[in-house]
């Protein structure tokens, strides 16, 4: 547990001090993207959160998310990042309150530009668990 919350400090402060521009545009590949951030209420889990929002530019209907903070009870339950590559985007969330302790997950663009998600990883105490779909 100790761990998990040293990790979720470190990624907090790292993501405080970076304040980036939305929307930002970005290509992955030969396609272009557009990432915002929205807000929102998740009634079943309590959370109050922000999330990373990318949609394909041209088309609205394939949107991925993922989240940038979330609270509860007004404590951090999830603080999210990004990384972008020329072939993929992948987003890691670290949580204070899950069974898990972190998760990357990765998306790449389909043959339409379509962003999928063909693998994941779970963390927790220190052991991977990696997930291809």
Known sequence: M???LSIFALVSLFNHGQEDKFPKDFRIGEYSYVMTIK???????????????????GNK?????????????????????YRINKKFIEFKEVYSQQSI??????????????LIL????????????QIKL
């Open 118 to 129: 063909t693998e994941y990883t779970e963390y927790k105490n220190g052991i991977s668990n």
């Open 101 to 114: 302790d972190s998760m990357m997950k990765r998306y790449y663009p389909n043959k339409k530009g379509n």
């Open 2 to 4: 100790k761990l998990s």
């Open 61 to 81: 209907n394939n949107e991925i998310s993922s989240h940038k903070a979330s609270q509860r009870n007004g404590q951090n339950a999830i603080v999210g990042s």
């Open 39 to 57: 807000k929102g209420k998740n009634h079943d889990d309590g959370l109050d959160a922000v999330y990373f929002v990318v949609t394909r530019k």
